[in-house]
């Protein structure tokens, strides 16, 4: 499953500097699954592969208002970060 976390207005000196072209309001793009998954959305939303953030526990592509609205256009769940953690903790601990 592919997620969006709402847009996020940030200061201009926590973005990237070759981003600041595309403004300071983001969300997060993320998957549960395979990475793959997530390139195959980031490819369907026309996103360069070099813009994918490889964060440990958290990879991730950073997405404009226009793109995030495509993404949920092509099935990308709305959910904050803290709420689908919450949830995949909860899902951990079923495993146990």
């Not at 000196?13 to 300071?24: C, E, I, N, S």
């Not at 226009?66 to 903790?89: D, N, P, V, Y």
Request: positive net charge; contains cysteine; charged residues 30%.
């Amino acid at each position: 499953m592919i997620y969006v976390d709402a847009i996020t207005a940030y200061p201009e000196a926590a973005v990237a500097l070759k981003a600041r072209r595309y403004g300071g309001r983001w969300c997060h793009m993320w998957c549960d699954g395979n990475v793959e998954e997530l390139h195959q959305m980031a490819e369907s939303l026309c996103l360069n592969r070099n813009y994918f953030q490889d964060v440990k526990d958290f990879p991730h592509y950073d997405l404009v208002e226009s793109k995030r609205k495509l993404a949920i256009q092509f099935g990308a769940q709305e959910i904050s970060l803290r709420a689908w953690i919450r949830k995949r903790k909860g899902m951990k601990k079923r495993k146990v």
